[in-house]
DNA sequence: GCGACAG
DNA sequence: ATCTTGTCGC
């Protein structure tokens, strides 16, 4: 279930790392999580490029044919400044708002970054999958930590991606011959099936079908957001 | 001390 | 994340 309190905004470095070794404790790295989700979400952010300006993004959809079924946003300010390894702290309250607005409760989250496969083992999904209690898995374009060696050329291939004596992640193909993603436990499943999940969203493209329709409307909410609420000329 | 560092 | 030109390929 969701924990109280989970999602607010630290006001320092030290204090938001405490909270994710506090919350860290609470992560479910077993799951397995649905086998066959009838729906996922996915969630994205996008930022102005003056940096005081958010637009974040959730779509949930139908797995069977990867149509958006439901879809919510939020416009806000980063809550945390940019610090890697506290990244969630940045748009945790913009996202949870966007699922706040979902008519629909998604059954998995995949997310834009790394869950397990962070410094302190607390990256963004866990931190959205233990405040929401949903199972959820971490996606990432680059690593952040880890040790890993190429996977195959083809779809489908992967290897571990190792981080001081474990395994927190898989480096996976999901196009033959692009560049591979980063996959890890968010909450709730198993590193087996976030991989397969992941897999069967990306049937044409190197990223999830979730983070692209994410991406796109939280990218087009922010361009609406900025005409809606120009600054001030003087 | 130096380099690395999700989005 | 965002900026940013051309270029290769289906």
Known sequence: MSVPGAAATPASVAEAVAVQEELRSRVDLVGPGPAE???VAGLDVAYAESGDLLAAAVTVLDTRTLAVLDQAVSVGRPAFGYVPGLFAFRELPALLAALDRLNTRPELLVCDGHGFA?????GLACHLGVVTGLPAIGVGKTPLV?????????RGAWSALRDGGEVVGRVLRTRAGVKPVFVSVGHRMSLENAAAQVLALTPR?????TTRTAD?????TLIAAQ????????
């Open 37 to 39: 989700p009838a729906t």
């Open 118 to 122: 962070h410094p302190r083992r607390f």
């Open 146 to 154: 880890g040790d890993w060696v190429p996977p195959a050329v083809e």
């Open 205 to 209: 493209y190197r990223l999830p079908e």
């Open 216 to 220: 796109r409307l939280c990218r087009d």
């Open 227 to 234: 005409a809606t609420a120009p600054p001030a000329t003087g």
